[in-house]
Every structure is written in structure tokens, then in C-alpha cells.
């Protein structure tokens, strides 16, 4: 009789154990579902939405020269630690010094935000600042939806997105390979 109280009791339990472990992955599953996808948020080959590129810095104007050429424009936070990782891996790339491809940066937080962001990254190009989110409402096609995953890289070529990807790339041989550009 003890016997069996005690086979029951390791059924109960082993059953529980399963049970709870079925609920996890259920609930893990659900949890890292992406929201959306992004091929639905953002349309490639498509002209650059028109902005006022002004650096928030020196208030120089690049409305002229975000239509020529080829460019990599990263949405970023500050606070953002994939942003913060891809700012140093263009840092540490030849992309600047060669001139392949411009890079510009844009977000929507304050001047003294960037300007310790980008002396602590090594930022050597120029951030535009998009306030009321006006660019990046116009970068979504469906306005249900918006950029939440950082950073957003788009691809510009002569006015055109040419291709866009969301989060940092995982090294500088990554970034030349979504750039289409050789070292």
C-alpha cells in the first residue's frame, strides 16, 4: 500500500514537472515572437521620405547630399547598447576614411544626449536630430506599426532605399557584407 501512495506521488509530480515545463516553453515561445514583420514596416526601393537633414550640432544642412551617393543612415537611442556596439564598429572600420559610403546618424532625443554619445563612441559623422519622430513615421508604410527595435540601418542609394535591417551587425565583416561593400 505504501508503495503505491508513493508510485502516485511520483506520478503527480513527474506530471507537474512536465507540465510546468510544457506552460515555460509555451510562454518563452510567445514571449520572443517578433510583434510584427518587418518586411511590412519598411518598403525598400523607395525614395528617402523627405526630411530636414540638419546636423543637431553644427546645424549644417545635408538635405543635398542624402540624395547622392551611397549612405548608411542608423536610427539610434543613446541608451541603446546594440547602438552603442555599432557605433563602435564603424569606428574601428575604413567606411569613413574611404569614403564608400557615408554614414549619418538620426534619433529623437535630446542635443547633450548625442553629443556625449557620440564622444564616447568615437562618432566622427554627422546625427540628425528627428524630434517629433517625422522621419521615422514616414520610413513605416504601415502606420499601425513603428520602429522599435534599435538600431534601424537604412541603405540609401542616390535618394533611393536600397535595403534596411534592424539591430547592430555582429562584426565589421557583417556590416561590409549588409552595406554591399568591399573592405
Known amino acids: 500500500m505504501r508503495f503505491l501512495n508513493h508510485h502516485k506521488l511520483e506520478i503527480i509530480i513527474f506530471s507537474l514537472v512536465i507540465g510546468f515545463g510544457a506552460l515555460t516553453a509555451i510562454a518563452f515561445k510567445k514571449i520572443n515572437e517578433p510583434k510584427y514583420d518587418f518586411g511590412k514596416i519598411i518598403t525598400n526601393n523607395k525614395p528617402l521620405p523627405e526630411f530636414n537633414f540638419v546636423d543637431y550640432e553644427n546645424k549644417r544642412n545635408y538635405n543635398l547630399e542624402m540624395k547622392q551617393g551611397k549612405i548608411l543612415l542608423i536610427y539610434i537611442l543613446t541608451t541603446c ?3 552603442q556596439n555599432e557605433a563602435d564598429i564603424i569606428a ?20 547633450e544626449a548625442f553629443s556625449e554619445f557620440a564622444k564616447n563612441h568615437n562618432f566622427n559623422f554627422p546625427i540628425f536630430l528627428d524630434e ?9 508604410i504601415n502606420k499601425e506599426q513603428d520602429i522599435s527595435i534599435f538600431p534601424a540601418n537604412f541603405v540609401i542609394n542616390n535618394g533611393m532605399i536600397e535595403r534596411s535591417w534592424f539591430g547592430k551587425p555582429r562584426d565589421l565583416d557583417d556590416l561590409y557584407d549588409k552595406l554591399g561593400v568591399s573592405k
Open 81 to 83: 547598447g546594440g547602438c
Open 92 to 111: 574601428q572600420s575604413n567606411l569613413l576614411k574611404d569614403s564608400k559610403i557615408k554614414v549619418y546618424a538620426i534619433g529623437n532625443e535630446k542635443n
Open 132 to 140: 517629433d519622430d517625422k522621419l521615422k513615421n514616414d520610413l513605416v
